[in-house]
């Protein structure tokens, strides 16, 4: 099974596990980004990168030309392809063993490491140099043997970021942007944006000129496998 890795950002990793997070968008790389041809006639997508068998798709707009991805090349998104796994890779610390203990047998598991997103302090522990330390592992530097979240891609598809609807920012995982109205009777109410919620979350990540230039994305859905590293079996 065709397996990438993934990062998440600590409150992203918590909507996962609390069940809100089932989608998320990720940049279209720029060698796949639409663009003039040489005659200016038309606009070409480089689909897929390889020097025997790459080509392009083609469209009299940008916008039609980025839809051939939704209408017959969805397995040609670089997240992978629908049914194929992502491994989430998260802030964390591990393998942690009691300190002149044994080291038990595979002790390079999920179950030896902590998670920030489960809300626990930073882990203390000594190092192989006797140094005593408290701190966090980037979750750029999880292995995969240390990853306890795997999902399996379920859709994808490529759009403008801005298009992005209160549906989709739902599941998003994001919190909304809470704000306050009033009808004409002075009854009050309030109301939850979650696509500003979105916006909100995108530019803390990215830079506010990231949403405002209306990026191509990929729309990655996916649903949560296991979060402890334990894909159960399929029954033949």
């Known amino acids: 099974m065709k397996e990438r890795p993934i990062l998440f950002n600590t409150a992203m990793v918590q909507a996962i596990l609390a069940g809100r997070k089932t989608q998320t968008r990720r940049l279209v790389p720029e060698w796949q980004l639409p663009h003039k041809t040489h005659d200016g006639t038309r606009f070409i997508s480089v689909a897929q990168r390889d020097p025997r068998w790459g080509f392009g798709l083609f469209g009299e707009t940008a916008e039609t030309c980025m839809d051939n991805y939704n209408k017959e090349y969805r397995s040609l998104c ?16 591990g393998p942690l063993i009691d300190q002149g203990g044994d080291y038990p047998d595979g002790y390079e598991k999920p179950e030896f490491c902590v998670y920030a997103a489960d809300g626990v302090p930073r882990p203390e522990f000594t190092t192989v140099d006797d140094e005593t330390v408290c701190r966090w ?8 043997w240390a990853c306890r979240i795997i999902l399996e ?21 994001c919190q ?16 939850y944006w979650y ?17 405002s230039s ?3 994305v990929w729309v990655v859905d996916f649903k949560v496998l296991t979060t402890n590293g334990k ?3 399929v029954a033949a």
Do not use: Y
């Open 231 to 233: 894909v159960p079996e």
């Open 195 to 211: 696509a500003g919620g979105f916006r909100k979350l995108w530019e803390s990540i990215n830079s506010p000129e990231s949403w």
């Open 176 to 191: 909304p942007i809470e704000l306050d109205r009033e009808d004409d009777c002075g009854n009050g109410w309030t109301e």
């Open 137 to 144: 592992r980037p979750s750029i530097h999880m292995p995969r």
């Open 78 to 93: 670089p997240f992978g392809r629908i049914g194929q796994r992502l491994w989430v890779r998260e802030t964390f610390q």
């Open 153 to 173: 891609i379920t859709n994808v598809r490529v759009e403008r970021l801005q298009d992005i609807t209160e549906s989709d920012a739902v599941a998003e995982g």
């Open 214 to 216: 209306n990026p191509w």
